[in-house]
């Protein structure tokens, strides 16, 4: 059961963002996330917002998949919104008042594209990277993304092995700890009564044979990574290389283009409905 | 005559004790003065029971540990020389591989063909030839339609081919398999034994196969028992399990087949030949005896 874990929030695919290279998504991902940000005329929210969904269509990533993704930060983006709607105050009459409590029209407006910006930059850069990148993908982007930065002696390779290991060791763990629970539960433990404190202290038994198992495996890992003539990134070379497509430049254009649309929007048809 | 591959002379290892003190301490030597040739191509079995110093010995060929005396000749050339640089360490460390008793725990990356793909990167092999070497090694340990799993997919035995295949494809002259069948089940047993006879046969990679399975041994053409860090008996499988007296008094069983031949000749069946180790055989050779009996 608990071997069919899905390692991040990765969905398989065949669409243009699957085939993209992934140092380019990690880039389109920055741009994305910049160009909403700066979007501060309702034309240019118009133009993020249709942008968004014709990066989820492309993505065929489901509906479902991307709605569930939102759900975790539902509430915190309904708790931003509510504390705009009542903090902000506008220059015109407000449209409700109660006492200390006045609600005014900005108010309302600014909660609303605030729930839409959030939601855009959640939707945008799960579609782009998350969803339709492989973790093991995104670790390697991410570390040939930054091995210029090896020579200021950030250790950037050392962090990617570390990420690979990890992501090769989580359903290991996994299943070694559904392993352990099942031994401590044949020996008569409870691991699903009582309080969190006593539920918490059912767990110790687990953890701690899992950590010395853990320290092992790190000490056996390591000894079978000499003998495979590991030595950091000293003279290593790669299998698969990465190399931009011309799918990545047309997504590059595409991404430049939308930025210069929220730019342009702003500056000239920013007045065309002041908020 | 032609050189051995492998040379060990007067080789003795021991543990430092783990205190901090003025003097490093020795704990009480694993390896008591090891010699050993090893022939290039040959297939040897090395039985011991636990804490004989059979993986002691595994792990001082390709320096993960390095003797406290003696020395280690690999090709003639000593590879326990003061003079050795790192690099010579890791050519030492790309011939003679190295396969471990836990799949797990010798699996790096989360893609198959990545993983094998991992010893020829540290290599700094040209990417198009990682390529190549990668599908030949999954080839040849047969799980070329695994290559895009990612291990924990894998069953025990698919996932120690994997980490052969990680092996072969540093293209390594010698193999060691340190216990390396011990934690499968009889079916990843079989696939992995299979490989590795292969490997030897029709590669002619030199295999040192550490275990304590009598049958395994069987499959070599060489068998050395260790016993308390010194060699107690060596020779081809038939004469090493022929010696039913001393095999047991190093603490170690003697095949099922060996045994109960043994046993009968001891009983006082004199025509038993209890050298023999290939079960049809056998059953031949009792058949015979039982029809022998009722004659009489």
Redesign the interface.
Known sequence: MLKDITLGQFFPGKSILHKADPRMKIILTLLYIVAVFMSSSIVSYIVTVAFTVILAVISRISVRVILKGLKPLLFIMLFTAFFNIFWTKGESEPLFAYGIIKIYKEGIIFAVLMIVRVACVLTGSSVILTYTTSPIALTDGLERLLSPLKKIKLPVHEFSMMMTIALRFIPTLIEETDKIMNAQKARGADFSSGGLIKRTKALLPVLIPLFASSFRRAGELATAMECRCYRGDKGRTRMTQLKYKPVDLLLLLIMVAYGAGVVLSNIYLGNLIVL | MEKPFIKLEDVSFSYESGEEGPVKMLLPPILKRINLEIARGSFVAILGHNGSGKSTLA?LL?L?LFPTEGKIYLDGKDITDENMT?DDV?VV??KI??V?Q?P????????V??DV???????????AE??RR?DRALETVGMSEFKKH???QLSGGQKQRVAIA??IA?LPECIVFDESTAMLDPKGRKEVMDTIVRLNREKGITVLHITHNMEEAFRADRVIVISDGEISLDGTPREVFSNVGKLRTVGLDVPQVTELLYELKSMGYDEVDYTETDEEKCAEMLAEIIKSQKGR
């Open positions: 792990k390709n993960i790192e890791y460390r790309r591989g190295m471990f836990n797990d725990n010798q699996l790096v990356a989360t893609v063909e990545e793909a991992f010893g020829p990167e540290n290599l700094g092999v040209e990417p990682i390529r990668v990612s291990p924990h990680g092996i540093m």
